[in-house]
């Protein structure tokens, strides 16, 4: 009867460390879940609010934006729509001090190197002055133009040489015009020769265009 009473107690507390192993192991196991669910969830959290702060920028720099926005196409308007340009022409006109003083300001600086385009326009100002051209020289850069890029673009250069035949009169109306030009002209070089009647004029200077800068829509990784 001892011996029976024995082995039943001996089975009660095998029964009841059993029971407590389990539920240790129970409760380590929750716990342990519980704590990387815990980091889960507030790395989670933190992630939302960087998300939240910067949605939140973004916005206040497109209001800042949609406000620059419409001031600055009140500004082009007022600066468009004047009885008179800025060169005392007709805005609607189409002599060479008409037009709006946007295409004023787009044919002083252009977007887009163009040397041919150039020449023309020396050629169209040249024989406006009754005079003969000798030659329209300079070197053609829209290769190496077109594979340069900048974030801020600059005025970039565009040296010439003319040579010109006519009379004084002639000659010195055409570098007044260059001096008068809504496109900026830098004479470098300048020499004269001949007679009143029949002068050669050899001029070197250099134009300027200013690439066009590319409005880009950036997207941000948050982490």
């Known amino acids: 009867?001892?011996?029976?009473?024995?082995?039943?107690?001996?089975?009660?507390?095998?029964?009841?460390?059993?029971?407590i192993v389990t539920a240790t192991a129970v409760a380590a196991f929750v716990l342990v879940f519980s704590l990387i669910a815990s980091k889960a969830l507030f790395s989670q959290m933190g992630y939302q609010n960087r998300v939240i702060g910067a949605?939140?920028?973004?916005?206040?720099?497109?209001?800042?934006?949609?406000?620059?926005r419409d001031s600055l196409v009140t500004s082009y308007k007022s600066f468009v729509d004047r009885p008179q340009n800025m060169l005392g022409g007709d805005p609607t006109g189409n002599?060479?001090?008409?037009?709006?003083?946007?295409?004023i300001v787009l044919d002083a600086l252009p977007s887009v190197y163009d040397f041919p385009a150039l020449a023309t326009s020396l050629e169209k100002l040249i024989t406006s002055q009754n005079l003969q051209i000798t030659g329209i020289t300079g070197t053609d850069q829209e290769l190496e133009q077109q594979a340069a890029t900048e974030s801020t673009p600059q005025p970039v250069p565009m040296p010439f040489q003319i040579q010109v035949t006519g009379s004084y009169d002639s000659v010195k109306n055409l570098v007044d015009l260059f001096d008068r030009s809504v496109r900026p002209f830098q004479i470098q070089n300048m020499s004269l020769g001949?007679?009143?009647?029949?002068?050669?004029?050899?001029?070197?200077a250099q134009t300027y265009y200013q690439p066009e800068k590319n409005f880009k829509i950036n997207t941000q990784v948050v982490k």
């Open 1 to 19: 009867m001892a011996r029976t009473t024995s082995l039943t107690k001996r089975s009660l507390i095998s029964k009841a460390n059993s029971t």
């Open 55 to 68: 949605k939140k920028e973004a916005v206040a720099q497109l209001k800042d934006n949609l406000e620059a």
């Open 95 to 103: 002599g060479p001090q008409d037009g709006d003083n946007a295409k």
């Open 194 to 204: 001949g007679n009143q009647s029949n002068m050669t004029l050899t001029l070197s």
